[in-house]
C-alpha cells in the first residue's frame, strides 16, 4: 500500500477521550445513533472497505488536501439519517459535538470537507453502487449489536431522498397512496362505499386500514420488499382494468341523474 493511500485511511480511536465520554453520554439518552456509529467505525471501514472507496474516489481539488472517503461516507449516514441538506450537514461537522464524536474532530474549529466535497462523493457514491453496501452494513451492524434498532435504522436510511432514488417501500408507499386515492375518487363518483369498490374489484391489500400491515413482509429481505411490490402491482393493474371496464358506465349514470 503506498503511503498515499495510508494517510487516507480513516481509522477513529477505540478509546474516547473524557470529553468524547460526556457528549457520548448526553447523546445516549436522545439519539443513540452517534455513540452507535462512533463505536462502530472499525467494524464499518475497515480496511478493505475503505479500500474499495479509495478506488472508488480520488479526491484531488487544487490546493486542497485529500479527504478520507471513509470518513465522508460516515457523514453522508449521519446526512441520511437526520435529513439535513449538505450545506447544513458541513456546517454540523463544526457546529454540533455530536457530528464531530462520530466524526473523530470534537473541538475542531473548521469544516471537516468542502460542501462540494462532500456532494462529489456522494455522486459517486451512488453511480458506483457502494452505498448499498453501505447501509447493509450499517444495518447488519445494528442487528449484530442489538444496541440500536435495525429496523428503525433501516426505515430511516432508507426513506432518505439522498440516494436519488426511490427504494422499493417508499415506491409502495407512493403507489399504495396513489390507488388509495383513486379508489376514494371511484366511490365517491359511484356514490359507493371505499369498501364495496374494493369488494367489487377483488382487490385484498388496499381492505387493511394499513397497506404495509396487509403485503406483511419482511422489509429488511430484498426479495421479499420486491414481492410485496409486485403484488402491490397486480392489485393496482386490477384497479386500472376495472376502471376501464366501469368508469364510462359511471360517467353515463351520472349524466342521466342531471338531466
Not at 33 to 46: H, T
Not at 95 to 115: H, M, P
Not at 177 to 204: E, F, N, P, W
Amino acid at each position: 500500500m503506498s503511503n498515499a493511500n495510508e494517510s487516507l485511511l480513516w481509522f477513529v480511536p477505540e478509546e474516547l477521550t473524557a470529553a468524547e465520554q460526556r457528549v457520548a453520554s448526553r447523546a445516549a439518552k436522545g439519539c443513540k445513533l452517534f455513540v452507535f456509529l462512533r463505536e462502530c467505525q472499525r467494524a464499518l471501514f475497515d480496511e478493505a472497505f475503505q479500500q474499495e472507496l479509495l478506488a472508488m474516489y480520488r479526491q484531488t481539488g487544487a490546493g486542497k488536501p485529500p479527504v478520507a472517503p471513509a470518513r465522508m461516507a460516515m457523514a453522508t449516514l449521519l446526512q441520511a439519517y437526520t435529513g439535513v441538506g449538505v450545506q447544513e450537514a458541513v456546517e454540523l461537522t463544526v457546529n454540533s459535538k455530536r457530528w464531530q464524536l462520530v466524526l473523530g474532530c470534537l473541538g475542531g474549529e473548521e469544516a471537516a470537507f468542502a460542501q462540494s466535497t462532500l456532494y462529489h462523493f456522494r455522486m459517486r457514491l451512488l453511480s458506483s453502487g457502494l452505498y448499498v453496501r453501505l447501509l447493509e452494513c450499517t444495518v447488519a451492524l445494528a442487528r449484530e449489536r442489538g444496541e440500536f434498532n435495525a429496523r428503525s435504522l433501516r426505515a430511516a436510511l432508507d426513506s432518505s431522498p439522498l440516494w436519488g432514488h426511490g427504494q422499493v417501500k417508499d415506491t409502495v408507499n407512493l403507489r399504495g397512496h396513489a390507488g388509495r386515492q383513486v379508489l376514494a375518487c371511484v366511490a365517491q363518483l359511484s356514490q359507493q362505499t371505499v369498501a364495496k369498490v374494493i369488494a367489487a374489484m377483488g382487490l385484498s391489500v388496499f381492505e387493511a386500514p394499513s397497506l404495509k400491515a396487509a403485503l406483511d413482509v419482511d422489509w429488511d429481505h430484498p426479495q421479499q420488499k420486491h414481492q410485496a411490490l409486485q403484488r402491490l402491482c397486480e392489485e393496482l393493474d386490477a384497479l386500472q382494468t376495472w376502471l376501464q371496464a366501469h368508469l364510462p358506465e359511471a360517467r353515463q349514470r351520472r349524466r342521466q341523474k342531471r338531466r
